[in-house]
């Protein structure tokens, strides 16, 4: 079988797994659970100045009969006192040894608060911090969380002051709220960051209710801005990975990887662009700990199929792949093909085709039922029958290249040659 050990910044796990900073890793009998279970690793609940949370505090958006596409929360950090958290963080590090056990900071916005800290989180024995830069609800109105990671400046200072007092390895957690990640991941960087992980959350309202007019979570009538994760993030996550993973100064340093992990398929996308490791909470909080199973044997057996010995052999092996659309291939060309032996006839492929594309599907009336095939004069080839077709390879794809040479657009319009006439 493959190994799938993960070392992060000399960090050691059995897996890539971690659970990521949020209520799943909140105390001492979660994440023992969570390590029983078979987890990798957690990053423990950011810890800072005490706080006072809301209730209620969780909302989600559900799509096509599935519960949580989306998942919204307004809590803050660790609500508990601080001696309790580093208490059951030292005991959980004794009891566990071979996991990642790293800890979110959120300290005062000023170096001895840092330092403080720092220190005390260190003498629990854990593995590494985590900084968070990302909380976008809530603690931002104090100028942290997300207040810090929208600056890359006072993002830069505030690594550096961490950076004079730890001993132990460096995350820092970027924040999505921002047009790009890599101006703050850039100053992480050069302010001596290890390391870096993202997503955080995305601001967000997901529902109002119809009734009281109240957006969703509702708290007495009121709601806020909450912290939007879940299945419903993963492309936002891979594109800001992939951006941090491919930009000269980011990515010398590892990246734990976070946004709408669910499955192994998943995780594999995400170790593909360039995660390390991967840190999952919505998918837990939702089927609970066992979910680890599935991950490690799904990523093990694809791994063994691939002939992947070690996770290095193909973390952000996909990277290379994602170019600017100015460098793609012009002469590329496919077209649909549907398997009449496949067809359930159901009509999907024409109307969507028909009413919001190019019109490349003709229909023949029939009896007992209608029958569809491709205008292949008219296909460009671009995927969207093959998308809202409910029968899996009933639609695919054929190569039929415009030419045999690599023709981007640059060189396209170099040429001066001719755009579509129609």
């Known amino acids: 079988?493959?190994?799938?050990?993960?070392?992060?910044?000399?960090?050691?796990?059995?897996?890539?797994?971690?659970?990521?900073?949020?209520?799943?890793?909140?105390?001492?009998?979660?994440?023992?659970?969570?390590?029983?279970?078979?987890?990798?690793?957690?990053?423990?609940?950011?810890?800072?100045?005490?706080?006072k949370n809301v209730s209620s505090r969780y909302s989600s958006v559900n799509y096509n009969g599935q519960r949580m596409m989306g998942f919204n929360n307004i809590e803050l950090i660790s609500d508990r006192p601080l001696h309790i958290n580093l208490q059951e963080i030292k005991e959980c590090v004794k009891l566990f040894p071979d996991r990642a056990m790293i800890v979110s900071l959120m300290a005062d916005n000023d170096?001895?608060?840092?330092?403080?800290?720092?220190?005390?989180?260190?003498?629990?024995?854990?593995?590494?911090?985590?900084?968070?830069?990302?909380?976008?609800h809530g603690m931002t109105e104090r100028g942290m969380g997300a207040a810090v990671g929208q600056d890359p400046e006072i993002a830069k200072m505030v690594v550096e002051w961490v950076m004079e007092a730890a001993t132990i390895p460096v995350i820092t957690k970027l924040t999505p709220n921002v047009h790009s990640v890599v101006p703050t991941g850039r100053a992480a960087v050069e302010g001596g960051s290890n390391a870096l992980s993202l997503i955080n959350t995305i601001q967000s309202v997901t529902s109002v209710d119809l009734d009281t007019f109240?957006?969703?979570?509702?708290?007495?009538?009121?709601s806020t801005f909450g912290g939007y994760c879940g299945p419903?993030?993963?492309?936002?996550?891979?594109?800001?990975?992939?951006?941090?993973?491919?930009?000269?100064?980011?990515?010398?340093?590892?990246?734990?990887?976070?946004?709408?992990?669910?499955?192994?398929?998943?995780?594999?996308?995400?170790?593909?662009?360039?995660?390390?490791?991967?840190?999952?909470?919505t998918a837990a909080m939702k089927y609970g700990f066992r979910i680890i199973d599935d991950m490690c044997d799904g990523l093990n057996n694809w791994m063994d199929e691939k002939g992947f010995k070690t996770i290095n052999d193909f973390i952000g092996?996909?990277?290379?792949?994602?170019q600017h659309w100015e460098d793609l291939d012009i002469n590329f060309?496919?077209?649909?093909?549907?398997?009449?032996?496949?067809?359930?006839?159901?009509?999907?492929?024409?109307?969507?085709?028909?009413?919001?594309?190019?019109?490349?599907?003709?229909?023949?009336?029939?009896?007992p039922y209608n029958t569809y095939a491709i205008k292949e004069e008219e296909c460009v080839g671009c995927n969207l029958c093959k998308l809202v077709c409910p029968v899996d390879n009933c639609i695919t794809m054929t190569e039929q290249r415009r030419g045999d040479e690599y023709l981007n657009w640059k060189e396209?319009?170099?040429r001066g040659l001719p755009l579509n006439d129609h």
């Open 1 to 51: 079988m493959a190994d799938i050990s993960a070392d992060f910044l000399g960090i050691k796990s059995p897996n890539p797994f971690w659970l990521a900073s949020a209520p799943p890793t909140d105390k001492k009998i979660n994440v023992l659970r969570a390590f029983e279970a078979g987890w990798g690793g957690v990053v423990w609940k950011t810890l800072g100045s005490q706080v």
């Open 111 to 136: 170096r001895k608060s840092w330092h403080e800290l720092i220190r005390k989180v260190e003498d629990t024995g854990a593995h590494g911090l985590e900084l968070n830069f990302g909380c976008p």
């Open 214 to 222: 109240v957006p969703n979570p509702d708290v007495g009538g009121k």
């Open 232 to 281: 419903a993030v993963k492309p936002i996550a891979l594109k800001m990975l992939t951006t941090i993973c491919q930009d000269p100064i980011t990515s010398k340093v590892p990246v734990s990887g976070i946004g709408g992990i669910s499955t192994w398929k998943d995780a594999a996308e995400f170790m593909l662009l360039g995660a390390t490791t991967l840190q999952v909470c």
């Open 317 to 322: 092996k996909s990277i290379p792949t994602l």
């Open 333 to 367: 060309h496919i077209v649909a093909h549907i398997n009449e032996n496949k067809c359930i006839h159901c009509g999907l492929c024409y109307i969507a085709c028909e009413d919001a594309s190019h019109q490349a599907i003709s229909l023949s009336h029939g009896n």
């Open 412 to 414: 396209f319009q170099r």
